[in-house]
Every structure is written in C-alpha cells, then in structure tokens.
C-alpha cells in the first residue's frame, strides 16, 4: 500500500507549502469477494500495521500493478476497491460532468440466512414455506419500502422475499448491494419475489431510479439497536427519514424537506399522527427544505416541537413530545 503517512516535519524544510511523507505498507490478500456478475467486487488484506490514516492509499502488486483503493480499516484487516471499479466510476463521473447517485430501489431488507424462524413467522409466512426459505437460506426479506420508490410503485411490501435478481439468487446483502450497484440509474431489472400471502413467485420488471439522497445508504440507518444516537435527532424519537430535493418534494406537494420512511408504531411521533410518506418541511420554525438546518433538530427531552407536515399534498402541523432516546423504552423486531 502506498499512501502519506505522518511524519515530523524536516529539519530545514520550507516553512511555506505542504510537508508530505509517502510510505510503503506491506500486506497480504486473505480473500476476494467476487460480484454477480463475476468480477471482482472487493479485495480483502492483512497487514500488523494498519490505521485510517491508510485509506485512500494505493494498492500494487510485487510486480507494481495497481490493484485498488483501499476503502476500510478495521483492527489488522482491510478492503480494497479494485482498479476495475474506480475506473467504471470515474467513467460514469466524466461522462455526466457531475456526480452519479447510486441506482434506488427504496426498500430495506435483511438476509434469510441471517433470520430466525420466529421471525420470518411474524411477519406473515406460514410455518411450512417459512421452514423452506430457512432450509434454503436464499433472498432478502423486506422489513420496509419507501412510499413513491420504484419498489412501491411496483408493488413491493413488508414481508415480500426478493429471490433473485436478474435470474441469480441472493445469498446476503452483499449480493443484493452489489447486483444493484451493477445497474445505471433507470435500468431495469427483473426480480423473483416470493410473497407470504401467495403459493407462487412473481417475475416484476422494475426500473430503478437515482437516489433522492446522495447519502441515503447512510442516513437510513435502524434507530434500534443503533450503536450511537444523536440527541435531538429524529432517529432518538423513532423517526427515519431521508432528505428530498424541492423537485422531489414538488411532485408531494412540498418545498422539499425530510421523507418519513418509518415511524416506530410505540412512538410519541407516531401517536401525534406522523406516518411513513409524511413530508416534514420544518419543524419549529426550521425550514428543512433548503438541506441546510442546525442540529439538533429537537429540543431537550419533555418539551413539544411543531412539525410542519405535509401529506397528499395538505399541510399540517403536528405536536410531538421529545424522549430521551426511543433505544431505551421499545425495541424494534
């Protein structure tokens, strides 16, 4: 890996400009993570001597080849992007003159491999077919689906099991991420999905479309179980939303602001009447509409903020009492 490193500044250097140390890190590859599609998707490595300060640096091989960018660091362990994978996205930047967002289906979902049978149960499935996505340990099961996304558009609901894409099956996440992320924005993609409440699969072609958030993949986050959570934040009250641009939100009949995704039903969010599709154009006065607002959006806990709301293309304003943090009263299963 080569890439800066700390290092103090020489004695004699210039006092003017940048004073940078290039270093080498040597490091084995333990494993490659191949995409659907079979190339190689991610390159996974070893090193005694690894931090955050080598991401972003250069992958070679022994004979100077460039394999990557290493993108993730965790304890003597890290990934690497592969050179084949920069490329396509920066072939995909030039060709646009801007920046691409990521193809969007707007669901949620997690593995069946890594769900119990109880839990595949209560959502819906009868005992015999939820023993058969169990044994067979194959597809994504919903858990949510943005209202307005292709995935509602097209039908899609809590408790569906997408089985394959494009003919593959999906084994976990990865899989799924990485068949999406092989399709262009308004692409279209066929998915094989198994439902609770019919006997067979259905074949639904559906066009994906760019992402309403730049950094939707990291602002939908669970506010259950979360490892850490802001105070005064929307997902301390039970609240996910994603942030839409004002031509998003013109076609709800809004300035833009924050789509609600999911509301916890044990909420005081949920009780005061806000619900998934929701668009919340500001909340005590705060335009959200702009992207720009301060944080924390909520005031301290006990106290009452105004959310303007709008639905169907009405507005409302609805009260909603902040509590110290939705993580310690409910659970989400």
Not at 14 to 23: E, F
Not at 126 to 149: D, F, Y
Not at 199 to 211: D, G, H, K, N, P
Not at 233 to 262: C, D, N, T, W
């Given at each position: ?26 490091a084995v590859v333990t494993g490659l993570s191949k995409s659907p599609s079979g190339g190689i998707a991610r390159i996974k490595i070893k090193a005694a001597k690894l931090s955050a300060a080598n ?279």
């Amino acid at each position: 890996m080569i890439g800066p490193q700390p290092a103090p500044r020489a004695e004699g250097a210039a006092k003017t400009g940048i004073y940078v140390r290039v270093g080498q890190t040597d490091a084995v590859v333990t494993g490659l993570s191949k995409s659907p599609s079979g190339g190689i998707a991610r390159i996974k490595i070893k090193a005694a001597k690894l931090s955050a300060a080598n991401i972003g640096g250069i992958a070679v091989n022994d004979a100077g080849e460039t394999l990557g960018i290493l993108d993730a660091v965790e304890g003597h362990e890290a990934t690497i992007v592969p050179i084949a994978s920069v490329r396509s996205a920066v072939k995909r930047v030039m060709d646009r003159q801007a920046s691409v967002p990521r193809p969007w289906l707007g669901i949620r979902g997690e593995s069946i491999g890594a769900m119990s049978l109880e839990k595949i149960l209560g959502v819906g499935w009868e005992m015999a077919r939820a023993k058969e996505l169990c044994e067979n340990q194959n597809g994504i099961l919903l858990t949510s689906v943005v209202p307005g996304s292709p995935a509602a558009l097209n039908q899609l609901k809590p408790g569906d099991v997408i089985l394959s894409v494009n003919n593959a099956q999906i084994k976990n996440g990865d899989e799924f991420s990485w068949m999406l992320q092989e399709v262009a924005p308004g692409g279209s993609v066929q998915f094989t999905v198994a439902r609770p409440d019919k006997a067979v699969t259905e074949a639904l072609q559906i066009e994906l479309r760019e992402s309403p958030d730049p950094l939707f993949g990291r602002r939908v986050s669970s506010a259950f179980g979360f490892r850490h959570v802001e105070p005064g934040s929307l997902i301390s009250q039970g609240i996910e939303a994603i942030a839409i641009k004002p031509k998003v939100g013109m076609r709800m009949g809004a300035s833009g602001g924050l789509l609600v995704v999911y509301v916890h039903p044990a909420a005081a969010a949920h009780k005061a009447g806000l619900r998934p599709g929701d668009v919340i154009e500001a909340i005590d006065g705060q335009n959200l509409s702009t992207g720009q607002y301060q944080k924390p959006l909520l005031k301290q806990p006990g106290t009452s903020s105004a959310f303007t709301v709008i639905r169907n293309k009405q507005k409302m304003v609805l009260t909603i009492t902040t509590v110290k943090d939705v993580n310690t009263v409910h659970s989400r299963q």
